[in-house]
């Protein structure tokens, strides 16, 4: 089935520790996008990529980074950096263009 | 900066009601707007979209929306709800000149009775 797969669907952070948020899929499509969302605000951008080897931030990137080695995966790091990183985070991907995105099931992050 | 106002942000209905969630935004360029669903533990999903022609939107399991220009609105309607459309509703925008971004409402949780 084609699809994105986020993992794991639930994670714990401690305090100064960095995690990593996993996104992958296979509908062959060459923009990816990571989301943030929390109750009452909908979902807020926070790195999109066009293309392989290049992404730009998005309206909050700080505390936040992501590559694009591959266009199959777009991993998103949640670093110390960003001091409240307890939200449910979301992934896409699109064709090029004026387009629909997909989403994947989400990722919620909480911390210990 | 655009932004995306749902003025809902909870609605409780009984089964058979009529909804109409509201859609407003600040772009005044050409906008593609969208509507998608989450439906408890499931993924966000598209429910309609308007790019251009009949402002009148049909999407899925009976769902319509109406673009209306003149008030920058993309309201969300169904005549008559069921207890399966329990969910929450994001309106989304796509200024045609920002490729493939898209700007988010807050959301409304609606929620029907049975």
């Known amino acids: 089935d084609g699809g994105i797969t986020q993992s794991p669907k639930y994670l714990f952070r401690k305090e100064g520790q960095n995690v990593t948020l996993s996104c992958e899929q296979n509908l062959n499509h060459d923009a990816m996008y990571w989301y943030r969302q929390d109750p009452g605000q909908g979902l807020r951008l926070i790195y999109y990529s066009q293309i392989v080897n290049d992404f730009q931030k998005g309206d909050i990137a700080e505390g936040y980074s992501v590559s694009r080695e591959k266009k199959e995966s777009f991993p998103l790091t949640v670093t110390s950096a960003q001091k409240n990183p307890t939200a449910f985070y979301l992934c896409?991907?699109?064709?090029?263009?004026?387009?629909?995105?997909?989403f994947g099931a989400g990722t919620r992050l909480s911390v210990l | 900066a655009q932004s995306v106002s749902q003025h809902n942000h909870h609605v409780i209905l009984s089964e058979a009601a009529s909804l109409e969630l509201g859609c407003n935004y600040s772009y005044g360029g050409t906008v593609n707007l969208f509507w998608y669903v989450q439906y408890p533990g499931q993924h966000l999903q598209l429910l309609l979209k308007y790019f251009s022609g009949d402002p009148l939107v049909k999407g899925i399991k009976g769902f319509e929306a109406e673009f209306i220009k003149s008030k920058f609105s993309f309201n969300l309607r169904k005549p008559s709800v069921q207890w399966s459309d329990t969910a929450e509703y994001f309106c989304?925008?796509?200024?045609?000149?920002?490729?493939?971004?898209?700007?988010f409402g807050g959301g409304t949780r609606l929620m029907v009775k049975p």
């Open positions: 896409a991907s699109s064709r090029r263009g004026y387009d629909i995105q997909y």
């Open positions: 989304a925008v796509n200024p045609n000149n920002a490729g493939n971004m898209l700007t």
